[in-house]
């Protein structure tokens, strides 16, 4: 019996090891690199073998954005510097720039992505390229060319070449028909914006090539993400992070979203390190392949009173956006992530008075320099 349990742990090891993408065989032997861009409909895809001490190569698109650096740096500080790569379309910061390799990736180029993975030798690729919900509603084309035909690129991309793929969904990958206090992993999904059509299908695509094709596909679904250092990119819940800037800078803030609209939200340090988890998180613990995850829940109105604990002369006044408006109105309120935490042991650090502190802590010591300099 022994003999057998220290056979059966040491294989799930190897399963485990944090460059292994393979579900399907038991013995990864090597790559047998297939497309479905190439190949016949019965083709399997088998992982690259590693040794255990290997650390991941790790590729990050659209790594300017709000998240992108900061996940960079975690990644680098547990994998080394030079195995994590971040990309984008724009120009980095002199400070992105001196912190790590950088390099120019275009989603919608097919055979620069594949240049790119297979001269850096990538085995993970983080996807984090996207346009969000206002700016995808502004722009349906070029949120339908990024989101959707770009998404297509890097799944056959990372079926291609074996890697473990992580695509972020959100709360905006539900709509109004689905449950909303709580929003539990699976119901009704008929979002009515592009960017959460998008999500939906790239949750639906990622799980079919995992089932179809052996891909090692992981998925969160993100709330609304609070950074300090890191500004958003055109969503619906930027709201909650641009009171921040506002109250230290003028003590007045002008808000896009009814004082009751409740929408989940998360600091940024908790999405990256369940980003984080459920990449290193060994396959057989994945009962799914797409979570939420949840930290809390707020209303505009439940964050200034938070913020005025800080700022007590702290004014705020509500002009709406009605676009922006609808699409939070058809988001769940709460987000029910009890499958993250019994799967893979997910828990948050922050919830709303931690999160507003960190908040003031960093960007008052950053005011603080600027005055200084
Ligand atoms: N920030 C949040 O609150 C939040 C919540 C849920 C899910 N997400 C998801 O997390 C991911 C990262 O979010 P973010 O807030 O950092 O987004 P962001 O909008 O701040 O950044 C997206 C990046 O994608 C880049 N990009 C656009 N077109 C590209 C192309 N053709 N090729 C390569 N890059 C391109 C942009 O230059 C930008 O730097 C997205 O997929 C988003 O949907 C974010
Ligand atoms: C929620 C999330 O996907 C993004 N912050 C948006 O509002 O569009």
């Not at 790569?85 to 097919?110: C, E, H, M, Q, T």
């Not at 473990?164 to 689905?178: H, K």
């Not at 999160?355 to 003031?360: A, D, R, Y």
Request: hydrophobic share 40%; charged share 20%; proline share 6%.
């Amino acid at each position: 019996m022994t003999v057998i349990r220290n056979l059966s742990r040491a294989i799930s090891q190897v399963l485990q090891s944090p460059g292994c993408g393979c579900q399907t065989s038991i013995v990864p032997v090597r790559c047998i690199g297939v497309s479905p861009r190439q190949v016949t409909s019965d083709a399997n895809f088998h992982s690259v073998s590693f040794s255990e001490t290997d650390h991941p190569r790790v590729l990050i698109t659209g790594g300017l954005g709000q998240l992108g650096v900061g996940l960079a740096k975690l990644l680098r500080k547990r994998f080394g510097k030079n195995n994590v790569i971040l990309s984008d379309i724009r120009k980095p910061a002199d400070n992105v720039f001196y912190s790590g390799p950088f390099i120019y990736s275009d989603i919608l180029d097919y055979k620069n992505l594949r240049e790119i993975v297979v001269n850096n030798r990538i085995t993970w690729l983080i996807h984090y390229s996207a346009l969000l919900s206002a700016v995808g509603e502004a722009n349906v084309p070029l949120a339908r060319a990024v989101n959707i035909t770009g998404l297509h690129n890097i799944l056959d991309i990372a079926a291609e070449h074996s890697l473990r793929l992580f695509v972020p969904s959100t709360i905006g990958a539900f709509g109004p028909t689905s449950p909303r206090n709580p929003t539990p992993d699976l119901c009704i999904q008929r979002p009515r914006t592009i960017y959460g059509v998008s999500k939906v299908h790239a949750e639906l695509m990622g799980e079919y090539y995992h089932y179809r094709y052996g891909l090692d596909f992981r998925c969160l679904r993100y709330p609304g993400i609070i950074s300090a250092d890191s500004q958003p990119g055109g969503g619906t819940t930027d709201y909650a992070v641009q009171v921040f800037h506002d109250a230290i800078k003028t003590g007045k803030f002008q808000c896009n979203l009814k004082p009751d609209t409740r929408l989940p939200m998360m600091y940024i340090d908790d999405c990256l390190k369940a980003t984080l988890e459920v990449m290193e998180a060994p396959a057989e613990l994945l009962t799914m392949r797409t979570y939420n995850i949840n930290a809390m829940s707020f209303t505009p109105e439940e964050l200034v009173q938070e913020v005025q604990k800080h700022v007590p002369e702290f004014e705020v006044t509500y002009n709406v956006d009605p676009v922006r408006q609808a699409i939070a109105d058809s988001w769940p309120m709460n987000f029910d992530d009890n499958n993250a935490r019994k799967d893979w042991g997910w828990k948050h650090d922050y919830d709303l008075p931690e999160l507003v502190t960190t908040m003031f802590n960093f960007l008052g010591s950053e005011s603080r320099i600027a005055q200084a300099n």
